[in-house]
């Protein structure tokens, strides 16, 4: 059987930092932080799934602790500690079905596991 995400020709996912204000335009919006965000409420984060399964091991999160020295090593373990995580197919399931936002609370905006998540899922389908 093929899966709605196999015949998509672009997945629609985004990545927002869970601080920022819930939009209905975000779609379906999943925290991917093993960890809640800092000081934010449920109401706040508006979250429609926790995944925190699918976030970095603690022990790759602590070492990489946002370091851009380590970005391109953190890029490939966190891909490899991906290639053997269900919840991969569980945001897929969820791409599938309309837009994607994928929620972290890194204040890196361009060097967090959400958009390693991001590009990994779009190189998926």
Partial sequence: MIKA?????????QIKRAYESADPADGCRVLVDRLWPRGRTKEQVA?????KEIAP????RKW???DHAKWA???QCYRDELSANPG?????DKAAEGKLTLLYGAHDT???QA??????LLAQH
Avoid at 47 to 51: I, K, M, R
Avoid at 115 to 120: A, I, M
């Fill in 73 to 75: 090593e953190f890029e």
């Fill in 57 to 60: 091991t603690a022990d790759l």
């Fill in 88 to 92: 991969v197919k569980t945001l897929l």
């Fill in 47 to 51: 979250c429609d799934l926790w995944l």
């Fill in 64 to 66: 990489f602790n946002h």
């Fill in 5 to 13: 995400y196999e015949v998509l020709t672009e997945m629609d996912i």
């Fill in 110 to 112: 361009e060097c967090n």
């Fill in 115 to 120: 958009v390693v998540l991001r590009d990994y």
